[in-house]
């Protein structure tokens, strides 16, 4: 079985530019989270998916911060314009109904 | 509201020897646990979890970690470390209903031989 899928897996780009990040996650699954691991901490929620929408994007930054998922399947995040504090890796999740998160190897991003 | 200490951002252990890793956590309904192992540029792996049922938990790699109510903890252990066991490892927590979990800073292994 394949797992949560991520691209790319690196990024850099300089500030003020935009950034996509891309997620397929595991056939099945119905929820779908972004999390954000800034260096030496642990990961935080950005935003959970149940199918095709977002039930929880309490912490997600609106102002520069955009998420959609097609379909219920694959979802993309999205950075307009980047700050240099936006440097981080991004991590997406799935999980089937009631069951155990599974997730992918990050995205690092780099904003210069 | 909910919240995970993790004590210790970095533990050295000989190979061989006793891995503790310690987790309190705060939540204010009977909460789901978790511990992950996240390598260098991956992802992070569930080793074992929480969920109301038996009190010690067994997980992959030889770890285990027992829940107590009393003292709001869930200490990962293992009784002989491995090579193999350097990584990062986090702890995490989840109300039920809530499926998101709130993590740990994190505690780094070193494995010495």
């Known amino acids: 079985e394949a797992g949560v899928v991520q691209s790319p897996r690196y990024k850099i780009i300089e500030k003020k530019q935009p950034v996509a990040f891309w997620c397929n996650p595991i056939s099945g699954h119905n929820t779908l989270y972004w999390y954000l691991q800034n260096l030496g901490q642990g990961p935080e929620l950005l935003i959970r998916y149940e199918n095709e929408e977002a039930v929880d994007d309490s912490q997600l930054p609106k102002d520069r911060f955009s998420a959609e998922r097609l379909k219920g399947v694959d979802s993309t995040l999205k950075i307009q314009p980047a700050e240099l504090g936006d440097s981080a890796v991004y991590l997406c999740a799935s999980s089937p109904p009631e069951g155990e998160q599974y997730f992918g190897p990050g995205t690092r991003l780099t904003v210069t | 509201a909910q919240s995970v200490t993790q004590l210790g951002s970095h533990v050295s252990v000989s190979e061989g020897a006793l891995v503790l890793l310690r987790c309190n956590y705060s939540s204010s309904v009977p909460p789901y646990l978790f511990w992950y192992v996240q390598y260098p540029n991956q992802g992070l792996q569930l080793l074992l979890k929480?969920?109301?049922?038996?009190?010690l938990v067994k997980g992959i790699n030889g770890f285990e970690a027992e829940f107590k109510k009393s003292e709001t903890s869930f200490h990962l252990t293992k009784p002989s470390a491995h090579m193999s066991d350097a990584a990062e490892y986090f702890c995490?927590?989840?109300?039920?209903?809530?499926?998101?979990?709130?993590f740990g800073s994190g505690t780094r292994l070193q494995v010495q031989p």
């Open positions: 995490a927590v989840s109300e039920m209903g809530r499926r998101a979990l709130t």
């Open positions: 929480y969920t109301s049922a038996a009190t």
